[in-house]
């Protein structure tokens, strides 16, 4: 994946923490203490701070793929000294992964992953190496962004992209979320809880601005060509048809509408603003960002 930068992350996703909070009381009404808890894409870092505060554990395994994300991590780690930090990308088969990780097979009480595993696009293969690390009757939670069908507002993408582009867009809801559900199943956990859930969050404009990367990146694993996705497909279309998709307006400022009137005044289309239009009208203080993740908390058995 491109890295995306600590900082920006960090800023643009602060508003969520009522998430992961809520995902560490879910895990403390199971069991208040974990012997070994992996953090699978610690990210910043704070999420890994919380779960560290928060559960009874010796240690906790910090996994994340991107150097920055570590050095970011490690620099904001304060005297916690029950965290290690290792860099590893956990997309690969079992026997590419390094040692200390494949030293942690059957030992692992806890497997925590906040909006990370939406990154794989090999479910089952994820499934596998989880259900390896985790020990007998070990827990496995996880919050999975799923995506939004950017071919669900046809009229949008009807004007942006030809037929052949539209099919590469993304896949259904629905097959994300049984896909998801049926590695779990075929790697034999006992499902706890698996449950599609929304979210809304007010973000701010530099919040936006900040989050838009780390959502485009979201949608890179459906091409299988990288190369193809960051010339042919992450360009301005692209950005405007997920931007469209995903922010919605709070009160629709004056300069707004006025501005969505002029784009369609020869169409009659639904309203729209491009990405370079947000950008370019600095009345726009806040939107709305409004997705879908599934909740899972399954045992290993
Ligand atoms: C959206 S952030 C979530 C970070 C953190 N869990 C949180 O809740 O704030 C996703 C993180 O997953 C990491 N990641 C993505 N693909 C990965 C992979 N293949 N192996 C390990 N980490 C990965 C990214 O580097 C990024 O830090």
Redesign the pocket.
């Given at each position: 994946?491109n890295?995306?930068i600590?900082e920006d992350?960090?800023n643009s996703?602060y508003n969520?923490d009522a998430?992961?909070l809520e995902s560490i009381q879910l895990i403390i009404n199971e069991k208040s203490s974990y012997d070994l808890i992996v953090?699978?894409?610690?990210?910043?870092?704070?999420?890994?701070r919380k779960l560290s505060e928060n559960l009874l554990h010796k240690h906790v395994v910090a996994?994340?793929?991107?150097p920055e994300?570590l050095a970011h991590a490690v620099a904001n780690s304060s005297d916690d000294t029950s965290i290690e930090y290792v860099l590893?990308?956990?997309?690969?088969p079992w026997l590419e992964l390094s040692p200390r990780i494949r030293q942690l097979e059957s030992k692992v009480d806890l497997l925590?992953?906040?909006?990370?595993l939406?990154?794989?696009s090999n479910k089952r293969q994820?499934m596998e190496i989880i259900g390896r690390l985790l020990s007998s009757d070990g827990l496995f939670f996880a919050?999975i962004?799923i995506f939004k069908d950017l071919t669900e507002n046809k009229q949008l993408l009807d004007s942006m992209f030809d037929e052949r582009q539209q099919q590469l867009l993304c896949q259904s809801i629905d097959r994300q979320f049984n896909d998801w559900k049926q590695s779990i199943i075929d790697n034999k956990f006992h499902i706890k809880q698996f449950k599609l859930m929304s979210d809304n969050e007010i973000m701010t404009r530099k919040q936006i601005i900040d989050f838009m990367p780390?959502l485009v990146e979201?949608y890179a694993i459906y091409y299988k060509d990288r190369h193809h996705f960051d010339t042919e497909v992450k360009g301005d279309r692209f950005r405007d048809l997920l931007f469209n998709t995903y922010f919605s307006c709070l009160t629709v400022g004056e300069s707004v509408t006025e501005t969505n009137n002029n784009n369609n005044n020869n169409n009659n289309q639904s309203v729209m603003m491009s990405w370079k239009q947000f950008l370019a009208d600095n009345t726009i203080h806040e939107m709305q960002l409004s997705w879908h993740f599934v909740r899972v908390m399954a045992y290993n058995q």
């Open positions: 994946m890295h995306i600590p992350y960090a996703t969520t998430i992961h953090d699978l894409g610690f990210g910043d870092g704070r999420v890994t996994i994340d793929v991107v994300m590893q990308d956990m997309s690969v925590f992953s906040n909006v990370v939406n990154y794989m994820i919050n962004v780390v979201c």
